[in-house]
Each structure stands twice: as C-alpha cells, then as structure tokens.
C-alpha cells in the first residue's frame, strides 16, 4: 500500500507540470496557429474559421492559407520590426549584465548578515506594479523632468536634453525593469563559488584580474546564461517600454504586435507575427540545451 502511494504520488508531482504547461502554453499556441493560416474577415473574430470541427480533417488541411507569413517576409516593416527588436534586447541584456554582475559580486561577497537586505533591496521595486514603474521614468527623463534639472543645476548641461521618446530611454526602462532578473541568477550563482580558489590562484601568482577571468567568470556562466535569457527573451516581445519610452521611430515587434491585433484587427497576421517571434526565440534556446547535453 505504501509503494502503490508512493508511486501515484511521484506520477501526481511528474504530470502536473505538464498539464500547465499543456493548458497555458501548448492549448493557447495552437489556437494562434490555427487563426495564423485563416484569412481575415469582417466579421467577430474577424478572421475565417479552420479546423472547427474535427471531421473532414483532411479536406480542411487543403484551406489552409499560408499568405500570412508570406505577406511576413514581403513586407519590410515587419522584417525592421524583427531586427530592431533583436537590436535593442541584445544591447540591453549587454547593458543589464555590465551593471548586474558587479551588484551579484558584490552582494555575494557582503558579510552574511548584509546579504539579505541586499536582496530585499533588489527584489524591492517588484512590489510596485511595473507599469507605475515605467511612467516614473517619464517624469525623470522628460525635458522638465528630475534628470535635466540635475544636471542643469550641476552645470553640466546647459539645455535640457531630449531622452524620452528616444531609443536611449527605452535601453534605461528595459534595463531597470529587468536588471533583478539578471542579478539574482548571478548572485545565486556567485555565492555558490568556493572563493578559495581565487585564494590557491594569487598564492600562484595569478593577478586579480586574471583570476577574475579564468576562474570567476567560467564558474559563473550558468548565472550569465540564465540571467541574458531571462531578460533577452521579455526584451524581444516588450511593449509597454517602447509605447510609453519610445518615440514614434522606435520600431519593436510588440508594439507592431499590438498595433496588428487592436488598431489594424488584422488577427491572422498577428498570429503569423507572434507564431515567428516564439520560433525565433525558442529555437535556439532549444538547440542551445542540446549541444549543452551533448557536451555534458
């Protein structure tokens, strides 16, 4: 009786993952794939119906249009909107993880007793909502804002500089917003690290700085890992950043995401454009873990 309640109990705790990951990721992408290959239809849901019923399945297979993503890779304002995306996520998990790495040093190196108000201070701006977040930045970096008239009182500037509704306060909003999902990796990964090996290697002669690159930062490549695609993946699809930052030139396929749906109603090029940008992020992500496997 124990054996056969251990065994339900250890099937309970295996499938219950993958029923949440089959009701709230696998259901919902099927049916963005499905509306990805109808056609658009004045009508509520403005597109054709495909595979409603199960029967005739092949003879609805041959409906299946695929003009969607064609019209994808024909139209350039899509094919910009996927590389200033890339642009800007990469360039802002490189900004994040130049700022975060120092903070995870630092908070794995702090004496025991400061660590936790160290990561109680990082964990700290996720108890306002993110979207109060995002509009703060608008007053610091407005032309009037908090940021002008510190540095023009400095005297550093003498005119107030144009940063929101630029590129640049996109980069500070992504990077504040998501500088936390690089961090806690990192230090989760850095407190872990047996500093004694940075001890054995300056009793060898090794400088600081050499030490640092040869055994610190291998050691702590799953922080950075986990840490880049925590904030690279949300950077690629963000919308509220580049809306409310962003000027009109600020081109980021979650907006063009978003115009698609709500503005133009156009559901099945929607569908196309998210159906590209999870394959584009999933991919390789997918094909990363098995060279890690392999190499393993």
Same mark, same amino acid.
Request: hydrophobic share 60%; proline share 7%; aromatic share 14%.
């Given at each position: 009786?124990?054996?056969?309640?251990?065994?339900?109990?250890?099937?309970?705790?295996?499938?219950?993952?993958?029923?949440?990951?089959?009701?709230?990721?696998?259901?919902?992408?099927?049916?963005?794939?499905?509306?990805?290959?109808?056609?658009?239809?004045?009508?509520?849901?403005?597109?054709?119906?495909?595979?409603?019923?199960?029967?005739?399945?092949?003879?609805?297979?041959?409906?299946?249009?695929?003009?969607?993503?064609?019209?994808?890779?024909?139209?350039?304002?899509?094919?910009?909107?996927?590389?200033?995306?890339?642009?800007?996520?990469?360039?802002?998990? +490189?900004?994040?993880? @130049? &700022?975060?790495?120092?903070? %995870?040093?630092?908070?794995?190196?702090? *004496? #025991?007793? $400061?660590?936790?108000?160290?990561?109680?201070?990082?964990?700290?701006?996720?108890?306002?909502?993110?979207?109060?977040?995002?509009?703060?930045?608008?007053?610091?970096?407005?032309?009037?804002?908090?940021?002008?008239?510190?540095?023009?009182?400095?005297?550093?500037?003498?005119?107030?500089?144009?940063?929101?509704?630029?590129?640049?306060?996109?980069?500070?909003?992504?990077?504040?917003?998501?500088?936390?999902?690089?961090?806690?990796?990192?230090?989760?990964?850095?407190?872990?690290?047996?500093?004694?090996?940075?001890?054995?290697?300056?009793?060898?002669?090794?400088?600081?700085?050499?030490?640092?690159?040869?055994?610190?930062?291998?050691?702590?490549?799953?922080?950075? +890992?986990?840490?880049? @695609? &925590?904030?690279?993946?949300? %950077?690629?699809?963000?919308?509220?950043? *580049? #809306?409310? $930052?962003?000027?009109?030139?600020?081109?980021?396929?979650?907006?063009?995401?978003?115009?698609?749906?709500?503005?133009?109603?156009?559901?099945?090029?929607?569908?196309?454009?998210?159906?590209?940008?999870?394959?584009?992020?999933?991919?390789?992500?997918?094909?990363?873990?098995?060279?890690?496997?392999?190499?393993?």
């Amino acid at each position: 009786m124990a054996g056969l309640r251990l065994f339900f109990g250890r099937w309970i705790v295996t499938i219950v993952p993958y029923v949440w990951l089959l009701v709230f990721f696998l259901a919902p992408f099927l049916i963005v794939l499905k509306i990805s290959f109808s056609a658009t239809a004045i009508a509520m849901p403005p597109y054709v119906p495909v595979f409603d019923q199960l029967a005739g399945f092949w003879e609805k297979a041959k409906e299946l249009s695929f003009d969607n993503y064609l019209w994808l890779t024909q139209d350039a304002l899509y094919i910009k909107a996927y590389l200033s995306s890339l642009k800007i996520a990469v360039i802002s998990t +490189l900004i994040t993880l @130049l &700022l975060g790495y120092p903070m %995870a040093l630092a908070m794995a190196r702090a *004496p #025991d007793r $400061l660590r936790p108000i160290l990561l109680m201070a990082v964990i700290l701006p996720f108890w306002t909502s993110f979207l109060i977040r995002v509009y703060a930045w608008i007053g610091i970096l407005k032309p009037e804002g908090l940021l002008n008239q510190a540095l023009m009182a400095t005297g550093l500037i003498t005119e107030p500089l144009q940063i929101i509704n630029t590129d640049w306060a996109v980069y500070i909003g992504i990077v504040y917003s998501y500088l936390p999902f690089m961090v806690l990796p990192l230090y989760a990964t850095l407190e872990k690290m047996d500093y004694r090996l940075i001890e054995a290697a300056t009793d060898l002669g090794a400088t600081p700085l050499k030490a640092f690159w040869q055994i610190t930062i291998p050691l702590s490549l799953p922080g950075i +890992l986990a840490g880049s @695609l &925590l904030v690279f993946i949300p %950077a690629v699809g963000e919308f509220v950043i *580049p #809306d409310l $930052l962003g000027g009109s030139d600020t081109l980021m396929i979650g907006r063009t995401l978003w115009v698609e749906f709500f503005y133009n109603r156009d559901w099945p090029v929607a569908s196309a454009v998210a159906i590209i940008l999870l394959l584009l992020l999933v991919v390789p992500i997918v094909i990363f873990q098995k060279m890690q496997e392999r190499s393993a």
